[in-house]
T-cell receptor
Framework: GENVEQHPSTLSVQEGDSAVIKCTYS??????FPWYKQELGKRPQLIID?????GEKKDQRIAVTLNKTAKHFSLHITETQPEDSAVYFC?????????FGTGTSLTVIP | NAGVTQTPKFRILKIGQSMTLQCAQD?????MYWYRQDPGMGLKLIYY???????DKGEVPNGYNVSRSTTEDFPLRLELAAPSQTSVYFC????????????FGEGSRLTVL
């Protein structure tokens, strides 16, 4: 089955700086790569996603890049704010099933 | 729409007891999933369903059972609870048309003592 690895497991940045989280996947058939944000005690919620026919997608301060050849994709958050503090999960899907990374705990220091 | 609703939110079980976690969605989604979340381990798929009457195992199905008699409901049954099943359980659903957004319930925190 698919194996998704996520790094780093923890990340601290100063408010206003950028944060980058990286994931790799193993199954070349994976074609959908979402990112979820989970605040403490809350449910995961989709923040951005990218499909395999696209190399980059941006939504305000959040962007995702995908390198199919290298089988890795990354989440970029610019101008970080304290409310960006949360756990972020990447995932890969070939269709019906989703395989999640182990999560990155992001702390934005005011 | 309420989205995905899970009950109970919290439960403590003794070793060997059984229980059912309930999950219901009102979005007419065909795909439904059960995940467990352990600290530092991400979300692991237990079982999933692509429609009423169809279920399949995920990555960690041992010790669990599911059924899908209607489009709306996808209960997860724990038989003979063990401490290793202490976790937070999330139910999720997805619409048709290829992989897309998973809508999660609020989670059920289960402790087995």
């Amino acid at each position: 089955g698919e194996n998704v690895e996520q790094h780093p497991s923890t990340l601290s940045v100063q408010e206003g700086d950028s944060a980058v989280i990286k994931c790799t996947y193993s199954d070349s058939a994976s074609n959908y790569f979402p990112w979820y944000k989970q605040e403490l005690g809350k449910r995961p919620q989709l923040i951005i996603d990218i499909r395999s026919n696209v190399g980059e997608k941006k939504d305000q301060r959040i962007a995702v890049t995908l390198n199919k050849t290298a089988k890795h994709f990354s989440l970029h958050i610019t101008e970080t704010q304290p409310e960006d503090s949360a756990v972020y999960f990447c995932a890969a899907s070939t269709g019906n099933q989703f395989y999640f990374g182990t999560g990155t705990s992001l702390t934005v220091i005011p | 729409n309420a989205g995905v609703t899970q009950t109970p939110k919290f439960r403590i079980l003794k070793i060997g007891q059984s229980m059912t976690l309930q999950c219901a969605q009102d979005m007419n989604h065909n795909y439904m999933y059960w995940y467990r979340q352990d600290p530092g381990m991400g979300l692991k798929l237990i079982y999933y369903s692509v429609g009423a009457g169809i279920t399949d195992k995920g990555e960690v199905p041992n010790g669990y059972n599911v059924s899908r008699s209607t489009t709306e409901d996808f209960p997860l049954r724990l038989e003979l609870a063990a401490p290793s099943q202490t976790s937070v359980y999330f139910c999720a659903s997805m619409g048709t048309g290829g992989p897309g957004e998973l809508f999660f319930g609020e989670g059920s925190r289960l402790t087995v003592l």
